[in-house]
Each structure stands twice: as structure tokens, then as C-alpha cells.
């Protein structure tokens, strides 16, 4: 059974970047998209962007155009999400997620956490 | 818009039926299917409800989804005290040309 396991928590500083590891135990990733979410202290879900591992192409909310890059190495079955220009706001837990007929596979989630 | 809009927060004893809302705009509910998570404190979303009305193996028969219009719905019958947790609803906004998540629904069990 397929599992996405995330790489662990993360303290920057501001203006720094932070790189997100998340990788398919038990499989690959086949044909399927990955996207981030990330979900700040007390609030809901935001949809970073995703990538499609087999092609590798990525597409992102515009909110984090610039700043994030989303990426793949498909001979590990791992994506990756990179968030530069880090700001207190950033502090949040991303996850990184399977879509199959909706977002069916989750990783544990990555707090990641901005502070000076 | 930038969430779909979701009650903050809503409530049932045990063995009750509860409903959530999700209202939306015709850039996403009105033209897309709508998904629902549960997440439970601590923990990872987890898929609920798919294409409207569709639950993933092992989801119980007591949650079900309705669409209508710019509208969805999430309906939990005989109300237990573990279906306590964060809802969100969530679809693609053509806008956004990515998902869309409600703001999300905290629901106790009395």
C-alpha cells in the first residue's frame, strides 16, 4: 500500500528558503498528479500548486508564482516543494497530496516554521 | 473569490443528521464537481466524499454529498461522537486553474 512520506519539520529564518520532501513508500507514483497544500496554525487548506511526476510539469497558484517551485525525481518516486523569500506568514504545515478522484492519498504533513 | 464559503462551525448530539454547506460561484461549484475532507485533530485531510456524491471505499454510508447549482452539501446521519472534526469542501476553480477549499466547518458532537 501506497504511503506519502514527508520529510520533517523545518525552523527558518526569514528570507530564507525551505525545501519539502515527500516520497511514495510502497509504490510509485504512476500516472498520477501531486499538489502542496498548506494549512497555517487555526486555519483552512491553500492549494499551492502540483506537478505531474511522469512529465514533469508544474503549474501554480498564482499567490505563490515566483516564490515556490515544484519538482520531481521519478527514478525515487519523490517530489519536492521549494518556498523561497520566507516570511512569518509562511509559517503553516504543508502537505503534500495524491490526486486520484480527489486528493485520496495525503502525506503526514511538514510544519514548517518562520521566525527570526 | 478566494475560499468557498463554509459555516464556521456546527453541532449535533448523538444519532442526529447534520448537514454542512458550501457555496461557491459558477467558476467552481457551479461548473465542477466538489470533493469533501475530513480532518480529524492532528491529523492529515482525508477524502470523504468525491464527485459530489461519491464515497471512497470505506467511508461509511452515513456521510453523503449533494450538488445543486453553486451549492453543495455534506450530510452525516446517526451523528457519533468520532465524526467530531475539521470539513472541508473544495473544487477547481477555473479562475484559479487549481482547487478551491472551503473555509472549513468544525463540527461537535454534543
Known amino acids: 500500500q501506497v504511503q506519502l512520506v514527508q520529510s520533517g519539520a523545518e525552523v527558518k529564518k526569514p528570507g530564507s528558503s525551505v525545501k519539502v520532501s515527500c516520497k511514495a513508500s510502497?509504490?510509485?507514483?504512476?500516472?498520477?498528479?501531486i499538489s502542496w497544500v498548506r494549512q497555517a496554525p487555526g486555519q483552512g487548506l491553500e492549494w499551492m500548486g502540483r506537478i505531474i511526476p511522469i512529465l514533469g510539469i508544474a503549474n501554480y497558484a498564482q499567490k505563490f508564482q515566483g516564490r515556490v517551485t515544484i519538482t520531481a525525481d521519478k527514478s525515487t518516486s519523490t517530489a519536492y516543494m521549494e518556498l523561497s523569500s520566507l516570511r512569518s506568514e509562511d509559517t503553516a504545515v504543508y502537505y503534500c497530496?495524491?490526486?486520484?478522484?480527489?486528493?485520496?492519498?495525503w502525506g503526514q504533513g511538514t510544519l514548517v516554521t518562520v521566525s527570526s | 473569490q478566494s475560499v468557498l464559503t463554509q459555516p464556521p462551525s456546527a453541532s449535533g448530539t448523538p444519532g442526529q443528521r447534520v448537514t454542512i454547506s458550501c457555496s461557491g460561484s459558477?467558476?467552481?461549484?457551479?461548473?465542477?464537481?466538489v470533493n469533501w475532507y475530513q480532518q480529524l485533530p492532528g491529523t492529515a485531510p482525508k477524502l470523504l466524499i468525491y464527485?459530489?456524491?461519491q464515497r471512497p471505499s470505506g467511508v461509511p454510508d452515513r456521510f453523503s454529498g449533494s450538488k445543486s447549482g453553486t451549492s453543495a452539501s455534506l450530510a452525516i446521519s446517526g451523528l457519533q461522537s468520532e465524526d467530531e472534526a475539521d470539513y472541508y469542501c473544495?473544487?477547481?476553480?477555473?479562475?484559479?486553474?487549481?482547487?478551491?477549499f472551503g473555509g472549513g466547518t468544525k463540527l461537535t458532537v454534543l
Open positions: 497530496a495524491r490526486w486520484g478522484s480527489g486528493y485520496d492519498l
Open positions: 459558477s467558476s467552481n461549484i457551479g461548473t465542477n464537481t
Open positions: 473544495a473544487a477547481w476553480d477555473d479562475s484559479l486553474n487549481g482547487p478551491l
Open positions: 464527485s459530489n456524491n
Open positions: 510502497g509504490g510509485t507514483f504512476s500516472s498520477y498528479t
